[in-house]
């Protein structure tokens, strides 16, 4: 019955069943082929179309290798995912540490705990800032959705995941930080805004340095958040002014310093964040809903309070230049 099959061109396992090896020797010397067999044009055309199926699964490797990845390389689990895990906690805990120390050492230079809380999270801001700067400028193009990191970058030992470690595990020791001081009878300045923020950063973190068990929506994950932190290059600023006004400096000072607060928060922000949330829409197929869902409130919510703040930064700096005051948020 197989051999009335014909002169079509048989997939090579039915092929090496049906037809053993040493029929091919027999065609190559000459010989007439078995019934069923394929010789002469038809082997010929066999044999190109099986250099067309190899050249095209080539190609899709080199594709995979440029930014896609394979379906089997999707489904496979992270040989290390228990490592990764592991050295991300270990990350978060070395950032809450090292802000820790770096908090006390500055609150026992200056004594003020305002003006120290400034300078630790200008120092945040600065690192999380550059590293997001970095990984904007490396995005590459992706069909799936629109820009991504490249994957050494969105990797689980790459800088980027790194930052978001470290980043989070600051929020985490001002949660401490905060919650010690209010078992004591402080309260510390915008206590209560600041345990909201890090609740609500904690949602959008802990995801994109977790979530690990598809590559295609880790890396989707990791690319947006990557993006979306370069708002933390607007703190810098904010920060600055706060420390400027303490310091008594001159009412022009103050106004070329929000100038520059609302130059960055305009780019950080208003502009930055709709081209996150336009990246994430794009990667949405490759998204759990769930954390779809959660991660679109956080950004829809998070453009509608900066679009309030912008407002506000913009009445501050239209005031006389004799009362400018510190933005506070």
């Not at 040493?22 to 190109?48: D, K, V």
């Not at 050295?87 to 006390?104: F, K, P, R």
């Not at 607060?261 to 829409?281: E, G, H, K, Q």
């Not at 759990?288 to 679109?296: D, G, H, K």
Request: proline content about 5%; charged content about 15%; hydrophobic content about 45%.
């Amino acid at each position: 019955a197989l051999a009335a099959v014909g002169p079509s061109c048989p997939t090579p396992l039915l092929h090496g069943l049906v037809f053993p090896p040493w029929e091919a020797m027999g065609t190559a010397a000459g010989e007439l082929a078995p019934r069923g067999h394929i010789g002469g044009p038809q082997a010929e055309e066999c044999a190109n179309q099986v250099r067309l199926e190899n050249k095209t699964t080539q190609e899709d490797d080199r594709f995979v290798a440029a930014g896609e990845l394979s379906e089997e390389e999707d489904e496979e689990p992270e040989p290390s995912q228990d490592a990764a895990r592991s050295s991300h906690c270990w990350s978060i805990a070395t950032g809450a540490v090292v802000s820790t120390v770096a908090y006390g050492a500055l609150y026992a230079a200056t004594g003020d705990s305002t003006t120290t809380e400034d300078m630790v999270d200008l120092a945040h801001s600065a690192y999380t800032s550059s590293v997001a700067l970095s990984g904007i400028a490396s995005l590459e193009r992706h069909g799936a959705h629109a820009v991504a990191l490249p994957r050494h970058a969105a990797g689980e030992s790459g800088a980027v995941v790194r930052m978001f470690c470290h980043s989070i595990g600051y929020f985490f020791a001002d949660v401490l930080l905060i919650s010690s001081s209010l078992l004591t009878g402080q309260r510390p300045n915008l206590w209560e805004g600041r345990l909201a923020h890090h609740a609500i950063q904690a949602c959008a973190n802990l995801p994109p340095i977790f979530q690990t068990r598809s590559k295609k929506e880790s890396l989707a994950l990791r690319s947006v958040l990557c993006i979306a932190y370069f708002a933390e290059f607007s703190n810098l600023f904010l920060r600055l002014s706060n420390m400027m006004r303490r310091n008594m400096a001159s009412a022009r000072a103050l106004k070329a310093m929000n100038v520059g607060l609302v130059l960055s928060f305009a780019a950080s922000r208003m502009i930055n964040f709709p081209f996150a949330i336009f990246v994430f829409l794009k990667a949405r197929p490759l998204v759990s809903p769930n954390i779809f869902r959660l991660i679109l409130s956080i950004q829809a919510s998070g453009y509608a309070l900066n679009l309030l703040w912008f407002v506000k930064i913009i009445k501050i700096l239209m005031k006389p230049d004799g009362g400018v005051p510190s933005i506070e948020c």
